[in-house]
Every structure is written in structure tokens, then in C-alpha cells.
């Protein structure tokens, strides 16, 4: 079985949704709201990074803000599409 297809098998629970953004960032605080939300209803765990304290987030993702990121790999940028973020996390 393929790693792709048993991500795709995981039961939004067993999910970790990040967000990288910065204090201060309006896109940051829409795009918090709707991965708030989504994580509470889905029961999929949330964590937020601070771009502006790690120099390799900085340099990877300076330009893409808020960055969401599913279980270690790239979601979205910029806005979080909730139906889109719903069905990658398999709800």
C-alpha cells in the first residue's frame, strides 16, 4: 500500500494540521479561523508556527503566508478553502 493512500485512509482525528504564519498577519487570523473551526468539529489536532522565530521556515515560506501545512506536507497558501480542507482531511 502506498503511503499516499494510507494518509488518505486517516480518520481526521488522526490528523495535524499547522499553520505557519506571523503575528500581526490578517490573512494569518482568516485563515486561523477557519482551521480552528474545521479541526474542532473534525477533532483533527491544530498547531500554529511563528515564521518570524524559525530562519528555515522564513526562507522556504516568507513569500506564501499563512501556509497550511496536513500532517507535515503543503495544503494551501495564502487562504484555507474550507471544503477543500475538509475533504483532505477525509471528512
Known amino acids: ?3 499516499l493512500r494510507r494518509d488518505k485512509n ?3 482525528a488522526d490528523r495535524v494540521v499547522t499553520m505557519i504564519g506571523k503575528p ?18 473534525l477533532g483533527a489536532a491544530y498547531e500554529e508556527k511563528d515564521i ?15 501556509v497550511t501545512l496536513i500532517d507535515g506536507r503543503q495544503h494551501d497558501f495564502w487562504r484555507v478553502d474550507e471544503r477543500r480542507l475538509r475533504a483532505a482531511l477525509g471528512a
Not at 500581526?24 to 474545521?38: E, F, I, N, Q, S
Not at 518570524?52 to 499563512?66: G, H, M, S, V, W
Open 1 to 3: 500500500m502506498s503511503l
Open 10 to 12: 486517516k480518520k481526521p
Open 24 to 41: 500581526g498577519c490578517h490573512l494569518c487570523d482568516d485563515a486561523r479561523a477557519v482551521l480552528l473551526r474545521v479541526t474542532g468539529e
Open 52 to 66: 518570524t522565530q524559525d530562519e528555515e521556515l522564513y526562507r522556504t515560506y516568507a513569500e506564501q503566508i499563512p
